[in-house]
């Protein structure tokens, strides 16, 4: 199982300031289940790691552990150089450093737009009120859906959603952005409003992961796609080498399924 990180390829791992995340031999059981075996991955400053593979291949439970939405058996996981904090406030200012978008937009129904992307700068981040609006609509305005700040989620559309969340995970000045498959709860049409966002936070800068069935978006916007079978890293490359040239017999038979239909 040859496994070659871009950090790698490119001359020598990332120095240890650039390593933003790392997973250490991280083991997670389900049960009997293995979900997520010897997980070693290092996700480096400004870098997008897009995480590709089969249904029940441990991705997004390996995106959960990142914030400790999921707890792991063994290993460690640092962020920045601290390991994760087991609970309280220590956890939950984590939580404000890795933003998290998911499936399902997880907006409160009861607050405004603004409020939603108003609540964790005054309520995590203790940001003055005036300052959080203000930047809640900037970064409404930046998503695209400015003009949706005093509407209600529901009456919203999905994609529209989904960028308010986007935006809510933005106001919290996060240093690493985790994607559970943020567009696979979408209709076909609203899915690339999404992804343009995301594009665009890549273009950026930011330093993300991302859970997705989106080949396009693997391929054009990700520095290292890595693929993940029955709770294994399979492999790591770069997407132009990974797509074309796959080293691994089971990234060959997932592509050969998905990229010929």
């Known amino acids: 199982m040859s496994e070659v990180s871009v950090t790698?390829?490119?001359?020598?791992?990332?120095?240890?300031?650039?390593?933003?995340?790392?997973?250490?031999?991280?083991?997670?059981?389900f049960g009997a289940l293995h979900v997520l075996q010897d997980i070693d991955l290092t996700i480096n400053r400004g870098e997008v790691v897009v995480v590709i593979g089969p249904s029940g291949s441990g991705k997004s439970t390996l995106c959960r552990t990142i914030n400790r939405l999921e707890t792991i058996d063994?290993?460690?996981i640092t962020i920045d150089g601290k390991p994760l904090p087991q609970e309280g406030r220590e956890l939950a200012?984590?939580?404000?450093?890795?933003?998290?978008?998911?499936?399902s937009f997880n907006l409160f129904?009861?607050?405004?737009?603004?409020?939603?992307?108003?609540?964790?700068?005054?309520?995590?981040r203790r940001t003055d009120k005036a300052k959080a609006a203000e930047k809640a609509r900037a970064?409404?305005?930046r998503v695209g859906v400015g003009t949706q700040a005093d509407k209600y989620p529901a009456q919203l559309s999905g994609g529209q959603q989904q960028r308010v969340a986007i935006a809510r995970a933005l106001a919290m000045d996060p240093k690493v952005m985790l994607f559970d498959e943020p567009t696979s709860a979408l209709d076909p049409e609203m899915i690339n409003e999404v992804l343009d966002v995301m594009q665009q936070l890549a273009r950026d800068g930011m330093t993300m992961v991302v859970v997705t069935h989106e080949?396009?978006?693997?391929?054009?916007?990700?520095?290292?796609?890595?693929?993940?079978?029955?709770?294994?890293?399979?492999?790591?490359a770069e997407p132009n080498q990974f797509f074309n040239n796959p080293r691994s017999e089971r990234a060959k038979d997932f592509l050969s399924k998905i990229l010929h239909h």
């Open 8 to 29: 790698e390829n490119a001359g020598g791992p990332a120095p240890a300031a650039d390593r933003l995340v790392v997973l250490d031999h991280v083991n997670k059981h």
């Open 74 to 76: 063994s290993g460690s």
């Open 93 to 103: 200012r984590l939580r404000a450093d890795v933003g998290m978008v998911f499936q």
């Open 109 to 124: 129904a009861h607050k405004t737009v603004l409020e939603n992307v108003m609540l964790g700068q005054t309520k995590v």
């Open 215 to 236: 080949m396009g978006f693997a391929r054009s916007a990700a520095n290292r796609v890595v693929f993940m079978a029955d709770g294994r890293i399979v492999e790591e």
């Open 139 to 141: 970064l409404l305005d």
